[in-house]
């Protein structure tokens, strides 16, 4: 079946460190990814997409690498800060959905420490 | 641009009564609207979707007569938990796809909490 998952649960970094994080997927077919951050009790929050054509992508502190060979993806921050802490989802494009839905991997919660 | 709301941010009710979550995207039309349910640390749960003036699509497992879903309009998205029981006490989170777009833009989610 098709799954979207993140490699850790749990990712503590420095203040002003760089923080990678990781997701694999398991559909060759998925073709769009995006990535959201989640702080505690709130929404999830739109960061960064990527569509197959590309192995990369950046935006503000962020970039976001894609694999398709090994089918992997992840989410570099740049300069963390107290405020990136938080629960970071990928997600997938579910081609096995009629409504093209996205299927999230289970979160990774980034811990900066001052 | 991007903006989804929901309403209530937190409602507490007793058992057996029925709560109606709604769901707007305040800056664009939104074809499909989906809801997610999401328990703690965990991650999000597709319940169904919905697609203006048609009816929802629900997961497996998630009871539609239970969660009653309308999307009356480009920009409404509502959720109504029936005869609610406090094991449907959870975080509930929707989420907005504009026409022809694949972005989902979520809204800042309802905690819903059944005494």
């Known amino acids: 079946g098709e799954s979207v998952g993140l490699h850790l649960p749990t990712l503590s970094v420095q203040e002003g460190d760089n923080s990678i994080i990781n997701c694999a997927y398991s559909?060759?077919?998925?073709?769009?990814f995006i990535w959201y951050k989640q702080e505690s009790g709130k929404g999830p929050q739109f960061i960064i997409d990527?569509?197959?054509?590309?192995d990369k992508r950046q935006g503000q502190r962020v970039t976001v690498l894609l694999n398709k060979t090994v089918k992997h993806l992840s989410l570099q921050i740049a300069a963390t800060q107290p405020g990136d802490s938080a629960v970071y989802f990928c997600?997938?494009?579910?081609?096995?959905?009629?409504?093209?839905?996205?299927?999230f991997g289970k979160g990774t919660k980034l811990s900066v420490k001052p | 641009g991007a903006v989804v709301s929901q309403h209530p941010s937190r409602v507490i009710c007793k058992s057996g009564t029925s709560v109606k979550i709604e769901c707007r995207s305040l800056?664009?039309?939104?074809?499909?609207m989906f809801w997610y349910r999401q328990f703690p640390k965990k991650s999000l749960m597709l319940m169904a979707t919905?697609?203006?003036?048609?009816?929802?699509?629900?997961e497996q497992g998630v009871e539609k007569d239970k969660f009653l879903i309308n999307h009356a309009s480009l920009t409404l998205s509502t959720l109504t938990v029936t005869s609610a029981h406090p094991e449907d006490s959870s975080f509930y989170i929707c989420?907005?796809?504009?026409?022809?777009?694949?972005?989902?833009?979520f809204g800042p989610g309802t905690r819903l909490l059944v005494l």
């Open positions: 990527i569509r197959s054509n590309m």
């Open positions: 800056d664009f039309q939104a074809t499909t």
């Open positions: 997600a997938g494009k579910n081609y096995g959905g009629s409504q093209g839905n996205l299927i």
């Open positions: 919905s697609n203006e003036g048609s009816k929802a699509t629900y």
């Open positions: 989420s907005a796809r504009a026409t022809s777009q694949e972005t989902q833009y």
């Open positions: 559909n060759s077919a998925s073709d769009y």
